[in-house]
């Protein structure tokens, strides 16, 4: 005769299921501090060494400039960490923030209000995240591939809309660029929000842990009922949103809409999320991590310009540290299980291999 085994009690199950987020969050803490620690060291030391060097560095004006120079950056970044949880990439985020400042520059030159220029300037890129997120949706195509090919389009339009020139507006945006709140600039305070704003998101909303969800396996994600086509989609639009934005203070800052303004935003983007913690995979990332890799580049950026030296060096180091970022990564999953090796990531955004099949825009029930 068969004894079955009665089946445990509801508050048993709930403490199993704490135990098993606590002990995931535990993890993911001291993922956490491995990615934080070694950055901040590098912050401090380049500072350091900086201000060592450059009796300008630790100068307000220049404190300043370091802040103005990544907020754009950190605008883009934030988005970009959003998709990338979601296991998704965009690489036109650099050339449609520029159409963004175009379309703008061309408004408000032709006699739109400022107010309304802003709005549409919002929309464009919004309007390309939603088109995104769609065509990857219904079609089953990487992101990857298919914001490759949109690089190109928008640059093409951006040049084709200004001629080749940049389109001046005066100083009629200018406030953005030169306004300060409690001595920090104005253009930084949208970045500080849109970091607050994205925690917020990751952390405590449901599109938030859906994107956490389909980054880490997007087919039991699927399969556990959640949406994913509709928070692929809505992920690219707020994307889309903070483009704009950035879209906007390239355009008070250079006080002209300008068709090579915002060229390789997007591998600088890339670069300052995987730096922070965010996986080419999916399924990780942090605003505390992002803002800590947009910090970094701003301050190796800042710190060569005062120490004179060459643009060309400063892309060779931007460079070199995406290609260890992305290396170091790979490497990291692999120690974890969750990567066989780094020829996975090339796999996983060039191919999909490891992605859901289309569902024709079709959520489960």
């Known amino acids: 005769m ?8 509801a508050p048993a199950r709930e403490n199993a299921v704490f135990s098993a987020q606590a002990l995931r969050d535990r993890v993911r803490y001291s993922e956490n501090l491995r990615t934080y620690i070694p950055l901040l060291a590098a912050i401090v030391g380049l500072s350091i060494y900086a201000s060592a060097n450059s009796d300008l560095y630790l100068t307000s004006g220049n404190i300043n400039v370091l802040l103005n120079s990544v907020a754009v950056l950190g605008l883009i970044t934030v ?29 408000i030159s032709s006699g739109s209000s400022t107010a ?59 406030e953005l660029d030169t306004t300060t709140f409690i001595g920090i600039p104005v253009a930084f305070w949208m970045f500080v929000v849109a970091l607050v704003v994205g925690s917020v998101i990751l952390h405590f ?3 938030g842990r859906n994107a956490y969800a389909v980054g880490s396996n997007e087919e039991a994600a699927f399969l556990s009922g959640v949406p994913v086509g509709r928070v692929k989609i809505i992920l690219f639009v707020l994307s889309g949103l903070l483009v704009g934005l950035a879209g906007l203070l390239l355009l008070s800052r250079l006080g002209a809409g300008d068709a090579a303004s915002g060229q390789g935003l997007e591998l600088d983007a890339i670069a300052a999320a995987v730096i922070g913690g965010a996986s080419l995979l999916g399924g990780r990332g942090s605003m505390f991590g992002t803002f800590l ?30 290609m260890f970022a992305v290396t170091a990564t790979a490497i990291a999953e692999t120690r974890r ?12 955004l060039t191919t999909g291999r490891r992605s859901l099949p289309s569902t024709n825009g079709k959520e489960p029930s």
């Open 337 to 348: 299980g969750s990567a066989e090796s780094v020829a996975d990531v090339f796999r996983r």
């Open 205 to 207: 909303t449901r599109l």
């Open 2 to 9: 068969s004894v079955s085994t009665p089946p445990a009690s």
């Open 79 to 107: 988005g970009m960490t959003l998709i990338m949880v979601a296991g998704q990439l965009d690489l036109s985020v650099g050339a449609a923030a520029t159409l963004a400042s175009v379309v703008g520059a061309k408004l």
């Open 293 to 322: 890799g947009v910090m970094l580049l701003g301050v190796i950026a800042n710190s060569l310009t005062l120490l004179d030296v060459s643009s060309f060096y400063q892309r060779l180091v931007l460079g070199g540290l995406l």
């Open 116 to 174: 309304v220029a802003i709005v549409i300037m919002l929309l464009v890129p919004m309007t390309i995240g939603w088109l995104v997120g769609t065509i990857v949706v219904t079609t089953g195509v990487q992101p990857f591939i298919l914001t490759l090919g949109l690089l190109s389009v928008l640059q093409s339009i951006s040049l084709i809309q200004t001629g080749q020139r940049p389109i001046p507006i005066g100083f009629k945006l200018s």
